[in-house]
C-alpha cells in the first residue's frame, strides 16, 4: 500500500507556472506507474499525465501538451508536474495517482491509490 500526498498548487495568473509534487510513503514507490489526473467543478476526473516505473515512458492529454511536463525520482518517492503557460481552463483539483498493474501508461484510468488532491486556480 502506498499513501500520496499532493503539494504546491495555488492561485496564479494566467501565463503563469506552478510546480506540483507528489509524495509518496513507504519504500516501494518504484513498483508503482503514476498519473496526475485534474477535476474541474461540474467534470469528470480527467487523466492528464502519466509516467512509468522508471521514467522512461510518459504519457499526456492533448490539451496540456507543449504546457505540462511529469517527472519522478525514485529516490525520494517523490513525482512532479511541471506546470507552464497556465490557462483559465486548467483551473482544477489536482490528484495525484499510483498503480501497480503492468499496463501500459496513459490507456486506463482506473489506478489503485489516491492523494487528496491540491487546488490549482487560474486567474485571467
Known amino acids: 500500500q502506498v499513501q500520496l500526498v499532493e503539494s504546491g498548487g495555488g492561485l496564479v495568473q494566467a501565463g503563469g507556472s506552478l510546480r506540483l509534487s507528489c509524495a509518496a510513503s513507504g519504500r516501494t514507490f518504484i513498483r508503482y506507474q503514476m498519473g496526475w489526473f485534474r477535476q474541474a467543478p461540474g467534470k469528470e476526473r480527467e487523466l492528464v499525465a502519466a509516467?512509468?516505473?522508471?521514467?522512461?515512458?510518459?504519457f499526456y492529454a492533448d490539451s496540456v501538451k507543449g504546457r505540462f511536463a511529469i517527472s519522478r525520482d525514485n529516490a525520494k518517492n517523490t513525482m512532479y508536474l511541471q506546470i507552464n503557460s497556465l490557462k483559465p481552463e486548467d483551473t482544477a483539483v489536482y490528484f495525484c495517482?499510483?498503480?501497480?498493474?503492468?499496463?501500459?501508461?496513459?490507456?486506463?484510468?482506473?489506478?489503485?491509490?489516491w492523494g487528496q488532491g491540491t487546488q490549482v486556480t487560474v486567474s485571467s
Open positions: 509516467i512509468s516505473r522508471s521514467g522512461g515512458s510518459t
Open positions: 495517482a499510483a498503480d501497480s498493474s503492468l499496463r501500459v501508461v496513459g490507456t486506463f484510468k482506473q489506478y489503485e491509490y
